[in-house]
């Protein structure tokens, strides 16, 4: 009875795409539209063979996405934590930068692509800032939270034992708040990836998944659209299962603060 | 847990200032200091104005917008309006789902993996298709909103449902509930606990896609999103950030006032939320 659970849920998606191959392979719908899920592994792979400079093109949009987010998310992490901690510590400080970040925060990352052109001009920059700045709120927002959650008697505890103060803020202050950090950070990396995908559509050069996907949909290349979409949700799934589950094992879990 | 021994200190110095002018002065406060500042960096001319506009420019073009043009309530009416015919649909569709995943095992199953695989899409990767398949107009909006909120609330309700005690259900069944009665008196209010903060979670999530969807859908003129994308053709830096800001400040009360009234309403007024 058990491997029920991993037989029923490919049923449905099987039986979709099944039923989308046999509509599009006798023209029950418009192929121009809706391309045949094998035409459009088809063309990914193609495109996967096809080379630009003696690298993959499809390959080259994937790995400049991921830098752009790797940076992005670099950056705005940092920045969110330093502020994030500053926020917890200081309550003046709360007061004023929490209207701001109230502000601010619903602003989707796409809005400010604009401005970020203007001011920085169409390629690598504006993404990356654009990304930094979505990824910013969450993690700011949550450290925050995670710093102000503090068991006081942890604080009193380690300045009784002499610790200075910068001791207790790198032993108490922020091992305490890892676990909302990496909330912030979980959160913060969705929105950023979102952003990063959605600038690359209106501000990219001539690379980026965002870019090849807008580019195919500009020229009604319907299976590239499908096909690059395919991809970003099998991309962002592996990042956030693989690489987010090993930074929470390697630390928090580690640390024994939450069991995985 | 936030400074406990802080809240409450609507006193400056000895004076007692009541408590809603104390917070919304504390609100605009931040606002004022860093608007002064940036105006005074500009009339120093620290800081270039057509790239960065004071905030008194900004006001001018706000009501150059408002009252000459008239153009802004035009963007925010056609906005607010897709807004929610999205998320309405959304709302009805995602409870509908939600109950029927909840209550079927076997229909639960089969679809909760294509449920977690089509939250994690982006809202954003679905306008390109929706472009394509139905076109730039007004419908590939209503829709991209529609993707927006609609899996998450489905999500929630399903949780929400199943959450809810056995105990009760039974009880319900036993004093003679018709299956309507079951759903509308038990299992609804029942689940309004998951579903409430995923209705405030998916209205930011519907104002995402709306402003994304606005922007890259070349067939409609109005909205505050198109308003924004097409004043970059002119580099207008001031229609942007008016814009800018009237998305946050928009997004902000909308949270805060709508759904905020809703949840006192129902959960709180039922008592099934603890005052915060």
Redesign the interface.
């Known amino acids: 009875m058990n491997y029920?659970?991993y037989l029923?849920?490919i049923?449905?998606?099987l039986g979709f795409f099944f039923c989308w191959e046999i509509a599009a392979r006798f023209s029950l719908i418009n192929t121009g539209?809706?391309p045949s899920p094998v035409t459009i592994l088809n063309d990914l792979k193609e495109l996967f063979y096809q080379e630009a400079s003696g690298r993959s093109v499809l390959l080259t949009h994937l790995v400049v996405t991921l830098k752009r987010l790797f940076y992005a998310a670099i950056g705005g992490t940092l920045v969110g934590f330093i502020v994030g901690v500053c926020t917890g510590l200081s309550?003046r400080f709360?007061?004023?930068?929490d209207?701001?970040i109230?502000?601010?925060m619903?602003?989707?990352g796409?809005?400010?692509a604009?401005?970020f052109?203007?001011?920085l001009g169409f390629g690598d920059v504006t993404i990356i800032t654009a990304g930094a700045v979505a990824a910013f709120f969450p993690i700011a927002h949550n450290t925050s939270i995670g710093v102000?959650?503090i068991d006081r008697q942890l604080v009193r505890a380690a300045q009784i034992m002499g610790a200075n103060k910068f001791s207790v803020l790198s032993q108490v202050y922020i091992p305490w708040s890892a676990v909302y950090l990496f909330t912030g950070i979980k959160l913060g990396l969705a929105r950023c990836?979102?952003t990063v995908?959605?600038v690359e559509?209106?501000a990219a050069a001539n690379w980026g998944l965002g870019y090849m996907?807008?580019d195919?949909?500009e020229y009604?290349n319907?299976s590239i659209?499908?096909g690059?979409?395919i991809l970003?949700?099998i991309t962002?799934?592996l990042i956030?299962k693989g690489l987010i589950n090993f930074f929470e094992r390697a630390t928090i879990v580690k640390w024994g603060m939450i069991r995985s | 847990?936030?400074?406990p021994d802080?809240i409450n200190s609507n006193r400056v110095g000895t004076l007692r200032v009541p408590t809603k002018l104390f917070a919304a002065v504390?609100?605009?406060?931040?606002?004022l200091?860093?608007g002064s500042l940036w105006e005074v960096l500009i009339r120093l001319g620290l800081v270039n104005a057509t790239?960065l506009p004071a905030p008194s420019m900004l006001m001018q073009e706000l009501y150059e917008l408002f009252f000459r043009k008239q153009a802004l309530q035009h963007h925010l009416y056609h906005s607010l309006y897709r807004l929610l015919l999205g998320y309405l649909l959304a709302v009805m569709v995602g409870v509908m789902m939600g109950t029927v995943l909840a209550l079927s095992k076997?229909v639960r199953?089969?679809?909760?993996?294509?449920l977690s695989?089509l939250i994690?899409?982006?809202?954003?990767?679905?306008?390109?298709?929706l472009?394509?398949?139905l076109g730039l107009g007004d419908k590939t909006v209503i829709t991209a909103i529609f993707l927006g909120g609609v899996f998450e609330i489905t999500y929630s309700t399903v949780a929400g449902m199943r959450s809810v005690d056995r105990q009760l259900t039974n009880a319900a069944r036993i004093m003679g509930a018709t299956r309507w009665d079951l759903f509308f008196k038990v299992l609804l209010p029942g689940s309004l606990v998951s579903i409430m903060p995923s209705l405030r979670l998916s209205v930011?999530y519907c104002?995402?896609a709306l402003?994304?969807g606005e922007?890259?859908s070349a067939m409609i003129k109005w909205g505050l999103?198109k308003m924004?994308?097409e004043?970059?053709f002119w580099?207008d830096?001031k229609v942007?950030?008016v814009?800018?800001?009237a998305?946050?400040?928009l997004?902000?009360v909308l949270?805060r006032l709508f759904l905020k009234t809703l949840e006192q309403a129902t959960l709180e007024k039922w008592g099934m939320l603890v005052e915060r």
Request: charge should be positive; hydrophobic fraction near 60%.
């Open positions: 029920n659970r029923y849920p049923i449905p998606l539209l809706f309550y709360y007061r004023f930068c209207p701001i109230t502000v601010i619903p602003i989707p796409i809005a400010m604009p401005l052109i203007i001011w102000r959650s990836w979102r995908i959605a559509f209106i996907i807008w195919a949909a009604l319907a659209v499908y690059g979409i970003l949700a962002f799934t956030e | 847990m936030i400074f802080k504390q609100f605009l406060f931040p606002f200091v860093l790239l076997v199953q089969m679809f909760s993996v294509t695989l994690s899409i982006p809202t954003i990767a679905w306008i390109p298709v472009l394509i398949t930011g104002w995402r402003v994304g922007m890259l999103g924004i994308y004043a970059r580099n830096v942007m950030l814009g800018l800001a998305i946050g400040i997004g902000v949270d």
